[in-house]
C-alpha cells in the first residue's frame, strides 16, 4: 500500500513537472532585451537586439523616447534586431523598451540613457583644421628664443677659445 501510494505521488510530480516545463519556457520568450550604445544624444541611431523564438516571425520595439519599430530576423539564432532613431525632442535621463513579440511582451527597465547632445570627437572638438594665428604667433616666438640662445651660447663659446 505504501509503495503504491509512494508511486502514485511520483507519478502525479512528475506530470506536474513535465506538464510545467512547456509553459515556463513559453513565459521566458523573448527574455533579453539589449540596447547599444547604452547613453545616445538627441537625433542618435540605437541599435535594439532582442532574444527569443516568438521574435523570429516579427515583433516590435517601442519606447517613449523613439517611435515603434519592427524587429528584423538575425540568420542563425534565435536573435532579432531594430534600429531606432531617438526623438529629437527627447528628455534627457533613463527609459525603457518594451519588445512585442507572438503576443508576448518584455520590458527593460532603464535600457539607455538619453543625454542632451552629442560630443564632438576628433582633434579634442576642435573646429578649425591647421594651426590658428596664436598658433603662428606662439610657435615663431618660441623658435625666435631658440635662435637668439643659441646665437649668445655660440658666441660666448667662442670667446672662451681665444682665451
Known sequence: MRTTRALAVATAAGAVVALAAPAASAWTDPSNITAMPSVIARGGQL?????GTSCQSGGTVESPAFPKTNL????????????????????????DI????GGKTLTRPSAFTVIHGGVRGGLGGATT???TTTDMAIGGALVAAAVVGGGV??????????V
Open 47 to 51: 541599435t535594439v537586439t532582442v532574444d
Open 72 to 95: 528584423t530576423s538575425i540568420p542563425g539564432g534565435s536573435t532579432s534586431s531594430a534600429t531606432a532613431t531617438i526623438h529629437e525632442h527627447a528628455n534627457p535621463g533613463a527609459y
Open 98 to 101: 518594451t519588445a512585442n513579440c
Open 129 to 131: 583644421s591647421g594651426a
Open 153 to 162: 651660447f655660440w658666441m660666448r663659446r667662442r670667446s672662451e677659445n681665444k
